[in-house]
């Protein structure tokens, strides 16, 4: 019981918190300087027409290189945590797989039929990341969601960890290859100028920023894959 | 206005993750009432970064790159939001990681049963 209202009195003052804050923010009418540059400079000196990607795979691409480091760290830490043999004794594996039920016929038959699908939208988000809505990390996102459900639709299907570890490396490697290209052939660490500019809005535009949203989407989905295979038994 | 109203419902959400945190006992419930929080701090960053009848920051025909600057959101805070799903996911991970953890070295997952780092 005072438990209940300690609770509930801490909740009431984070409420009223918020809700002073959430009355008292009053909206914006024009953009921050530093926001009006980028909004300014993305467009005129990277030539990608959607300014979050210019941000992210340009001006702050050194985060966005950390942060798949973070999840290349997870994917190793869920993989050290839950990992095989660990946690199941030998011999184990083998009893859940025989116990384990196997997926229904719907499920088989619509992973076969979405999985490409997914995949082919997986590919269109990734690619179109400099020229509308999209990018790496969300087409990423969607190819672990065709892995998940083709683990869903065959559970003891093992994923190949080495293709995984391979393309994952081979697409940080290049990441970072291309990022000192910049250093060297254009502005700094992962300049996107060291590719032609292109035609405003055209497809093959936006100098490295195509490419190296491919590169990010192949090592997104291949981290998050590895993390999806570390939760099976 | 807008604004204001998007702000609320991340902050409510966060307010849920806060309750939910604290009254649960079960694990998973936790990990979840964790993740709410998450998103609600997601939405409320997002809103923070609204301009007044603003669209996204991406110029196509809609929106020339004349009309950008008067027109667009802060694209600052949609590119920090991206970072944190991203890592919001990995905590999530590793949290149900220590779950499965949790769960079979007591082979429950109700909090209560962890009293060794209870102070």
Same mark, same amino acid.
């Given at each position: 019981m005072?438990r209940?209202?300690?609770?509930?009195v801490?909740?009431?003052l984070f409420?009223?918190?918020?809700?002073?804050?959430?009355f +008292?923010?009053v909206?914006? =009418? #024009?953009l921050p300087p530093? #926001?009006? !540059?980028?909004? @300014?400079? %993305?467009?005129?000196?990277?030539?990608?027409p959607?300014v979050?990607?210019?941000i992210?795979?340009?001006?702050?691409?050194? $985060?966005?290189?950390?942060e798949v480091?973070?999840?290349f760290m997870?994917?190793?830490?869920v993989?050290?945590?839950?990992?095989?043999?660990?946690?199941?004794?030998?011999?184990? +594996? %083998?009893?859940?797989?025989?116990q384990? /039920? =196997?997926a229904? *016929?719907?499920?088989?038959?619509?992973a076969q039929i979405?999985?490409?699908?997914i995949?082919?939208?997986?590919?269109?988000?990734?690619?179109?990341g400099?020229?509308?809505?999209?990018g790496?990390?969300?087409?990423g996102a969607?190819?672990? !969601?065709?892995?998940?459900l083709?683990?869903l639709?065959?559970?003891?299907q093992?994923?190949?960890?080495?293709?995984l570890g391979s393309? *994952? #490396?081979?697409?940080?490697v290049?990441?970072?290859?291309?990022?000192v290209?910049g250093a060297i052939?254009a502005?700094?660490?992962? $300049?996107? /100028?060291?590719?032609?500019?292109?035609?405003f809005?055209?497809?093959? #535009?936006?100098?490295?920023?195509?490419v190296?949203?491919?590169?990010?989407?192949? @090592?997104?989905?291949? *981290?998050?894959?590895v993390?999806?295979?570390?939760? /099976?038994v | 206005?807008?604004s204001?109203?998007?702000?609320?419902?991340?902050?409510?959400?966060i307010?849920?993750?806060i309750?939910?945190?604290l009254?649960?006992?079960?694990i998973?419930r936790?990990v979840?009432?964790f993740?709410l929080?998450?998103?609600?701090?997601?939405?409320a960053?997002?809103?923070?970064g609204?301009?007044?009848?603003g669209?996204?920051?991406?110029i196509?025909?809609a929106?020339s790159?004349?009309?950008?600057?008067?027109?667009?959101?802060?694209p600052?805070?949609?590119a920090?939001v991206?970072?944190?799903?991203v890592?919001?996911?990995a905590v999530?991970a590793i949290?149900?990681a220590?779950?499965i953890?949790?769960?079979?070295?007591?082979k429950?997952?109700?909090?209560?049963?962890?009293?060794?780092?209870?102070?």
């Amino acid at each position: 019981m005072i438990r209940r209202a300690g609770i509930t009195v801490v909740v009431a003052l984070f409420g009223l918190v918020f809700a002073s804050v959430a009355f +008292h923010h009053v909206e914006r =009418q #024009s953009l921050p300087p530093l #926001s009006l !540059s980028y909004v @300014k400079l %993305v467009p005129q000196e990277l030539g990608a027409p959607n300014v979050i990607t210019g941000i992210l795979l340009t001006y702050r691409a050194f $985060d966005t290189l950390g942060e798949v480091a973070v999840l290349f760290m997870v994917a190793a830490g869920v993989g050290l945590v839950v990992g095989a043999g660990g946690r199941l004794g030998a011999g184990s +594996h %083998v009893e859940a797989r025989e116990q384990a /039920r =196997q997926a229904s *016929e719907i499920v088989r038959t619509g992973a076969q039929i979405l999985a490409p699908l997914i995949a082919i939208f997986a590919a269109y988000i990734i690619m179109n990341g400099h020229l509308s809505a999209g990018g790496g990390f969300q087409g990423g996102a969607v190819v672990a !969601s065709c892995v998940m459900l083709l683990v869903l639709a065959n559970p003891w299907q093992r994923l190949n960890p080495d293709f995984l570890g391979s393309a *994952e #490396s081979l697409a940080g490697v290049l990441f970072v290859l291309i990022g000192v290209a910049g250093a060297i052939l254009a502005g700094g660490f992962l $300049d996107n /100028r060291v590719l032609p500019l292109g035609a405003f809005g055209a497809f093959f #535009s936006a100098g490295a920023i195509p490419v190296l949203s491919v590169l990010l989407g192949v @090592k997104v989905g291949c *981290e998050l894959s590895v993390i999806i295979d570390g939760f /099976r038994v | 206005m807008i604004s204001n109203v998007v702000l609320a419902t991340g902050f409510g959400l966060i307010l849920t993750g806060i309750w939910g945190m604290l009254t649960h006992r079960n694990i998973l419930r936790i990990v979840i009432a964790f993740s709410l929080i998450g998103t609600g701090t997601h939405i409320a960053i997002v809103a923070i970064g609204y301009v007044a009848n603003g669209t996204a920051p991406i110029i196509d025909r809609a929106l020339s790159m004349t009309d950008a600057p008067a027109y667009a959101v802060d694209p600052i805070p949609a590119a920090l939001v991206v970072t944190a799903i991203v890592i919001g996911l990995a905590v999530t991970a590793i949290m149900l990681a220590y779950a499965i953890r949790l769960y079979d070295s007591k082979k429950t997952l109700s909090i209560d049963a962890f009293t060794e780092s209870r102070w």
